[in-house]
């Protein structure tokens, strides 16, 4: 199961690989989980080589300590990026900005159309 407040450390591209990355993790005294994503999970079915992710999960206060395990495991080209919280918080910024624009503009057409009415 993964952590609460997890993030993606790093993602394998077999079942077999993440299990043996959780593993590693868990005996290191990380918490980690894994699941799969791909079209076939998303329906309920097998996992398709090549076309499922395994992302690998690990609570977010150990990220560092989590990198290093899978690092000297894997190497570092399969872990995930570092989480940009600067860019996460500016795109939920832009977002809220669109939805209170669409819906000023949609309340604005409501108003006219009431006008125009009558």
């Given at each position: 199961m993964p952590p609460r407040n997890s993030v993606a450390v790093a993602r394998a591209s077999d079942a077999i690989t993440a299990s043996?990355?959780?593993d590693?993790?868990?005996?290191?005294?990380i918490d980690a989980g894994v699941f799969e994503r791909s079209?076939?999970?998303?329906?309920?079915?097998a996992a398709m080589p090549g076309f499922s992710v395994f992302p690998v999960l690990v609570d977010r206060?150990?990220?560092g300590t989590a990198r290093s395990v899978i690092a000297d495991l894997a190497g570092a080209s399969v872990l995930e990026p570092l989480p940009d919280h600067e860019a996460e918080h500016a795109s939920r910024r832009r977002a809220l900005l669109f939805a209170a624009v669409l819906v000023g503009a949609i309340l604005v057409a409501g108003l006219?159309?009431?006008?125009?009415t009558g």
């Open positions: 043996i990355w959780v590693a993790l868990r005996r290191a005294g079209e076939s999970a998303a329906l309920g079915g206060e150990h990220l006219l159309a009431r006008l125009a």
